[in-house]
């Protein structure tokens, strides 16, 4: 193992000197070590400051030197699954500015094509680079570029998603094309990876007959040959891997897919790596190599780190690897997490289903008190979808946790799995909206578009902590088809009570002292609709504000509300094209309310990095601009300011007390 990086270096001399991968083939092997002590040295300093991928970028430094020395990027393709393991990528692309990463200006956490002509596939979303390798390889073939090689880098828990499997299965029709496949095969994603195929790769990594051969054969050419031994055996080192994994059978998954397998190879070896990438780049056919790697490799605090070996830290000190600010108040993701064990102490019906990311959506505690009743099955989604269909129809009810951005890749099985047959499945989406420094990607900003048009779903939006207690309940308690809970990324902000609660469950957060502006909510964007209704009655103008708190199906308070107000406004953090107000408007033209429908939203456009407040200010989403806005809208000639009230002060006080009283 390297020595452990001196914390607080910056760019040093030699890796200064690295501006594209054309200055690493000049390197001797021991200024390539040095190489390799510099950039690790380097990524405990920046990202300890920054945050962001180090666990993952730590054990991948001497297989991305390699790659690039063996490989001619960006004429040969170099592609990362996932895209977080590409940090030394970066470093050794020109790219060596870590001061803003994942901030506005700065360089993104993940590939980025408009960054680098050797970025080639921005996504992060995991198991797609073979499809990409797939495509990018048969295309060179087709167009006579046969002297040009895709390598696919796969990492991270990506083998557990299916479209690698496909991806294979595709790859193996055909052998005439140059594609490298190399596993970085770290026996983890966020947490261990679970699962068959993991289970096969751990004994890879522990296989006693493959390790003895290794090192026999090592001792054998140095006794019998001196020190031109070493030399020797490095030349046959390929031919041995191949013979050692015969013999010990690791081999035989990838065989029986046609496809030549060197390895496994010591990811943090540069001498072997090199080697093994050679000789599968001069093989002309598809390869997989395997290389073994430790996330967190050479930085001692994330090799301790149990959890997840520092696959994402905030800000911490380079030295001890704790963190240098203590985080204050509930997270979204905390709270649903202690009410998930509350609920399932209750009901023992309740299991919890997450996809690679036990942690990050806060099924850890439940997992804990109940470790058979959470499901972690793998950078999965559809398969975690239409398994909770069957889950459903054995009489569980499933609590499907995922972030939002990766519920889009099981939006068939959401329809047809789960909404075609009415099944009781909660699905709960952490990071939904705008999230900020991890970009395009991972915003969650297209739930609310997608999901809707479910026939038979139900949406509900918390706007607070309190509030997400009671929906998650409420979703629960649903057995007669799919429910959403959706809420944002970090902390939760301060409890907004309600004047009312409404019989349909509308809560109104504040009642106009005209009923001219009625401002529909969505979740988190109660703070910023009281903020608007604030300085718009400033004006004069009197606003509504009302949180549905179940925004799908359209409550019929909120038609009727709408009905007795000159303008509706509706705010949220999802995109506007499709999103909660044009349902909204669609409800209010069948029941033949004319009232005016503004939606505000998110634009339907790829976001780049920046922080949630920098966003929101870019796309109007703040307080001054909707509430200018909303004045010249009332007083302006689109609405014509003079037109009659539908109701006066007392009709509308007394349509509220109406809408107030319970059901019979």
């Known amino acids: ?45 920046e990202v300890s400051r920054s945050g962001g991928h180090l666990g993952p970028n730590l054990g991948v430094v001497e297989l991305t030197i390699a790659m690039h020395r063996v490989f001619d990027s960006p004429r040969d393709a170099i592609i990362f699954d996932t895209g977080h393991q590409s940090y030394v990528h970066k470093l050794l692309t020109g790219r060596q500015d870590f001061s803003k990463l994942r901030e506005r200006g700065g360089l993104a956490g993940y590939p980025q094509r408009h960054e680098s002509e050797h970025d080639i596939v921005e996504s992060s979303h995991a198991s797609s680079s073979l499809s990409w390798a797939d495509g990018i390889s048969r295309a060179w073939h087709v167009t006579g570029q046969d002297d040009r090689t895709v ?90 891997h191949g013979f050692a994994s015969r013999l010990s059978g690791n081999d035989q998954l990838y065989s029986n897919l046609d496809i030549k397998y060197l390895g496994p190879v010591d990811g943090h070896d540069l001498v072997a790596m090199e080697e093994a990438l050679r000789l599968a780049r001069d093989f002309g056919q598809p390869v997989i190599v395997h290389a073994i790697t430790e996330k967190g490799y050479g930085y001692q605090p994330a090799l301790e780190d149990l959890n997840d070996q520092f696959h994402a830290v905030g800000q911490i000190d380079p030295v001890t690897g704790e963190p240098v600010t203590e985080s204050s108040g509930e997270s979204w993701t905390g709270v649903f997490g202690d009410e998930m064990v509350k609920i399932a102490a209750e009901r023992h019906d309740i299991v919890g289903i997450t996809a690679a990311m036990l942690r990050p959506v806060g099924l850890a505690p439940m997992q804990e008190r109940f470790p058979a009743r959470v499901l972690d099955v793998g950078i999965a989604e559809q398969h975690a979808v239409t398994s909770a269909a069957g889950l459903a129809y054995g009489g569980l009810h499933p609590v499907v946790a995922l972030y939002a951005t990766f519920m889009n890749r099981a939006f068939d099985q959401v329809l047809m799995d789960v909404g075609l047959h009415h099944a009781p499945v909660t699905f709960v989406l952490d990071r939904a909206g705008i999230t900020g420094p991890d970009g395009p990607s991972h915003h969650g900003m297209w739930d609310l578009a997608l999901l809707q048009i479910v026939p038979g779903i139900r949406i509900a939006a918390p706007r607070d902590a309190t509030r997400l207690r009671e929906e998650l309940r409420e979703a629960v308690a649903i057995e007669t088809g799919p429910t959403v809970l959706r809420y944002s990324k970090g902390k939760v902000g301060n409890e907004l009570d309600a004047e009312l609660r409404l019989r349909d469950g509308v809560d109104v957060l504040r009642t106009g002292s005209h009923n001219d502006v009625l401002i529909v909510a969505v979740g988190p964007m109660a703070q910023l609709a009281l903020d608007v209704a604030a300085l718009v009655e400033a004006q004069g103008i009197g606003v509504t504000v009302v949180d549905p708190r179940w925004v799908v199906p359209v409550p019929q308070s909120i038609v009727e509300l709408s009905d007795a107000h000159r303008i509706v406004i509706t705010i ?48 109007g989403l703040t307080p001054e601009v909707i509430a200018r806005n909303v004045v010249e809208q009332v007083r302006g000639a689109r609405i014509p300011y003079a037109r009659p009230a539908r109701l006066n002060g007392d009709g509308f006080a007394e349509m509220i007390t109406k809408l107030s009283e319970p059901n019979d």
């Open 1 to 45: 193992m390297s020595t452990q990086p001196e914390p607080g270096t910056a760019s040093t001399p030699l890796l200064a000197s690295i501006h594209g991968p054309e200055d690493l083939r000049k390197l001797d092997r021991a200024q390539v070590q040095q190489l390799a002590d510099e950039v690790r040295a380097f990524l405990v300093a």
């Open 151 to 240: 390598v696919a880098v796969v990492g991270d828990g990506a083998l557990t998603g299916g479209m690698t499997w496909e991806a294979l299965n595709n790859i193996s029709d055909d052998n005439a094309r140059r594609l490298v496949i190399v596993v970085n095969d770290n026996g983890r994603s966020y947490a261990p990876t679970i699962g068959g195929v993991a289970r096969f790769l751990n004994k890879v990594r522990t296989d006693r007959t493959y390790t003895r051969l290794q090192d026999s054969s090592n001792r054998w050419f140095s006794r019998l040959f001196g020190k031109f031994g070493r030399g020797m055996h490095r030349a046959v080192r390929g031919g041995l």
């Open 572 to 619: 949220e953090d999802g995109i506007v094209v499709g999103g909660i107000g044009t349902r909204l408007r669609q409800d209010l033209r069948a029941a033949e309310v004319d009232t005016t429908v503004t939606e505000l939203g998110v634009p339907d456009e790829f976001i780049d990095h920046a922080t949630r407040g920098q966003i929101f200010e870019d796309i």
